[in-house]
Nanobody, 125 residues
Framework: QVLLTESGGGSVQPGGSLTLSCTPS????????MAWFRQGTGKGREGVAV???????MYADSVKGRFAVFQDNAKKSMFLQMTDLKPEDTAMYYC???????????????????WGQGTAVTVSS
């Protein structure tokens, strides 16, 4: 069974930066889409960014221009570079993946069937 492991969370001040990473436990696992979701306290889980095996990306409006999703050259790990962080970015961030060949990028939870345990991000002064 493949597991997704996130890392890189932490506490930063507003305006700061963090880079999250997500790595599948099996190197042979080749997802078609990988995505980042987040869930703040008392809120629902929302899609943040997605990247396809062809490099296609899509972002939630709330993070456009501040966050960037990318993969390493081997496409084994996914990263989320977060800059100009705001208190409203505080949340647990989850990595998700699917091997379904969707024709479009999706930030819908139901389109992903593999999830990590999450890494916490806190933005506070």
């Amino acid at each position: 069974q493949v597991l997704l492991t996130e890392s890189g969370g932490g506490s930063v001040q507003p305006g700061g930066s963090l880079t999250l990473s997500c790595t599948p436990s099996l190197s042979a696992y080749q997802p078609t889409w990988m995505a980042w979701f987040r869930q703040g306290t008392g809120k629902g889980r929302e899609g943040v960014a997605v990247i396809g095996e062809d490099g296609k990306t899509m972002y939630a409006d709330s993070v456009k221009g501040r966050f960037a999703v990318f993969q390493d050259n081997a496409k084994k790990s996914m990263f989320l570079q977060m800059t100009d962080l705001k208190p409203e970015d505080t949340a647990m961030y989850y990595c998700a993946a699917t091997r379904t060949s969707w024709a479009y990028a999706s930030l819908e939870m139901d389109d992903y069937n593999l999830w990590g345990q999450g890494t916490a991000v806190t933005v506070s002064s």
